[in-house]
């Protein structure tokens, strides 16, 4: 299994890479959130309530570790989005609370809509193994970021907001 500081060396790898292209300024695009590990206690939920008052970025990447399993999360624009490599692994209600209660708290200045939404992206990419999640997780934040029109969560996100489902195949 990759480690948190792969992750988050990657993760500093990507902002580099991307930083420095011209013509396209990612520090108003995206935000890296440091790879998670630890209980879901208020300290993660100040953690990220703090993270989303630090800028006005339009999409932040968090990587979770939940029960020895790494998936990705997207907030773009009070929306939560879940990527997980695996077709079967268990629900992550708690962490689901978790960011809902720090969205809901972040919501509260007025920046973002006060009902946020988890949504699920089900039929994302899946890896075979059960050890390749942390490749998986690193390589959909290339792939999003990558994406510059926007088109692959833009695409969801209005799949989700017209058809009122809570998954969408990508």
Known sequence: ????????????????????TP???????????HPSTYNLNDEFEAY???????????MNFLP???SSHWILIVIWESEIYLLNSLP?????????????RAVRSYAQEGRVNKNPKIKKLME??????????????????KDIIEDTDM??????????????VSFVSI
């Open 1 to 20: 299994m990759i480690g948190q500081a792969v992750i988050s060396t990657y993760m500093t790898y990507l902002y580099s890479m991307f930083r420095d």
């Open 23 to 33: 013509g396209r300024d990612l520090s108003t695009s995206f935000s890296f959130l």
């Open 48 to 58: 990220v309530v703090q993270r989303l008052k630090d800028g006005v970025l339009r």
């Open 64 to 66: 979770f570790n939940y």
């Open 88 to 100: 079967h692994y268990p629900h992550p209600e708690q962490l689901e609370k978790a960011l809902m």
């Open 124 to 141: 994302c990419p899946k890896r075979p193994g059960g050890m390749e999640c942390g490749y998986a997780v690193m390589r959909y934040m």
């Open 151 to 164: 088109k692959l969560l833009e695409k969801v996100y209005s799949e989700l907001k017209n058809n009122s």
